[in-house]
């Protein structure tokens, strides 16, 4: 089973990595592919560059056998629509192998609006992070969605597609790309929230600065 975590990791930091980790030990999968996009497209202009937040992502999971990065979109010219990436993995993978799209639960909360999201749910699992408080709203189409598909993590290892398993990790970091940017921007130190390797390529590079 391979987990896909997308985003745009401007810059990558702990958040992503911690619950990237635990995710794999918590469902024993194969691998977590760290998964750049190249054109956000819910989302304005990245502050680094593609190449750099490729480089950065590199840095950050040196030597972690867990962690793979997965440069697809990054690289392509198409927008970042997830529906392709994954038929691109299932293609490269084969019918045989299960796969996970990792998700925030806020994110799930308008998954109807992605586009072609039934095909999605054909190609890969959803696990999707729960957040204590947070509720569906009810009789929406992803609370409906959710009702219909939910699977415990005990069943994902016989689901190739097209279940939902909520996950909760045990640790949650509240940290975001945008704070690191606002701390670099303001000329305050970000350190302790990502890797130093990433803070010291991100301050050789003058990111963030303006
Ligand atoms: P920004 O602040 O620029 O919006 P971000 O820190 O939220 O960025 P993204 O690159 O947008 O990071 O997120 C990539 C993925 O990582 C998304 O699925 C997002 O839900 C998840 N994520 C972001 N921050 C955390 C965190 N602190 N802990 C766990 N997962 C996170």
């Not at 999201?117 to 054909?122: A, C, F, N, S, V």
């Amino acid at each position: 089973m391979i987990a896909v975590m997308g985003g745009t990791f401007d810059p990558v930091h702990n958040g992503h990595l911690r619950s990237a980790l635990e995710l794999c030990q918590l469902l024993g999968l194969a691998e977590v592919r760290m998964l750049p996009c190249h054109q956000p497209t819910h989302r304005s202009r990245p502050g680094a560059s593609s190449e750099q937040r490729l480089e950065m992502l590199e840095l950050a999971i040196a030597g972690e056998e867990a962690l793979v990065v997965d440069d697809r979109e990054i690289l392509s010219d198409r927008p970042s629509y997830s529906v392709y990436t994954l038929e691109s993995m299932r293609n490269e993978y084969g019918p045989e192998t299960g796969l996970c799209w990792v998700m925030g639960i806020d994110a799930f909360a308008s998954f109807s609006r992605w586009n072609q999201w039934e095909r999605i749910l054909k190609l890969a699992n959803l696990v999707v992070l729960t957040r204590p408080g947070y509720q569906l709203s009810p009789g929406s189409v992803e609370a409906q969605i959710w009702q219909a598909r939910h699977i415990r993590p005990e069943q994902l290892p016989y689901q190739l597609a097209g279940g939902i398993v909520p996950v909760s990790l045990p640790s949650q970091l509240e940290i975001s790309a945008t704070y690191i940017r606002q701390q670099l921007f303001r000329g305050q130190s970000a350190r302790y929230l990502l890797p130093e390797c990433v803070l010291s390529y991100a301050q050789a590079h003058a990111l963030y600065r303006c």
